[in-house]
């Protein structure tokens, strides 16, 4: 029942930047952490960062000083700012959240991964 929907993606040159959008809908108590990860053709996933509902956030060590992860609680939404983009960037980006919602009538843990949105980075 929780949706997670990403926005903001596209195709941008070497040291453009971009934001990325998450927002979560459903009958949701409570998010205790939203993230992104990202993952190319051929490659493992990967987490790119992460951020609690209190603010503490993480950041994989390829994109700190060029990522800021930032979220919105009363709108259930995450932003990932992207700057100094590299083609190594070039991924399709997923959007994940894990907490408490009602499901069914009942409470329910979840974690939930959105469809993805692709960053694609020219050289």
């Known amino acids: 029942q929780v949706q997670l929907v990403e926005s903001g993606g596209g195709l941008v040159q070497a040291g453009g930047s971009l934001r990325l959008s998450c927002a979560a809908s459903?009958?949701?108590?409570?998010?205790?952490?939203m993230g992104w990860y990202r993952q190319a053709p051929g490659k493992q996933r990967e987490l790119v960062a992460r951020i609690s509902s209190g603010g503490t956030t993480g950041y994989a060590d390829s994109v700190k000083g060029r990522f800021t992860i930032s979220r919105d609680n009363a709108k259930n939404t995450v932003y990932l700012q992207m700057s100094s983009l590299k083609p190594e960037d070039t991924a399709s980006y997923y959007c994940?959240?894990?907490?408490?919602?009602?499901?069914?009538?009942?409470?329910?843990?979840?974690?939930?991964w959105g469809q993805g949105t692709q960053v694609t980075v020219s050289s």
């Open positions: 459903g009958s949701i108590l409570s998010i205790n952490a």
């Open positions: 994940n959240a894990y907490g408490i919602a009602i499901v069914g009538g009942i409470k329910q843990s979840y974690d939930t």
